[in-house]
């Protein structure tokens, strides 16, 4: 199985590739998480967490293969 930080990292330098996609499927105005930039940022903290969790040795509640 594949440790989720390690996934996290392989990705994190292609967010910006979801811009398109995102303006196209997932923008609403007003909504929780309305604007790409606000997105990331969701993305980015949670990738905190699995990074932390993984150092510590922790799994994540939710997570499946």
Avoid: I, Q
Avoid at 5 to 34: C, K, N
């Amino acid at each position: 199985m594949r440790e989720p930080a390690t996934t996290w990292e392989r990705v994190r330098p292609r967010l910006g590739e979801l811009r398109g996609g995102f303006a196209e499927h997932a923008a609403v105005a007003g909504g929780w998480v309305g604007h790409f930039d606000g997105f990331t940022d969701l993305l980015e903290d949670w990738g905190r967490v699995l990074t932390g969790a993984t150092r510590r040795g922790w799994g994540v509640v939710g997570l499946s293969e």
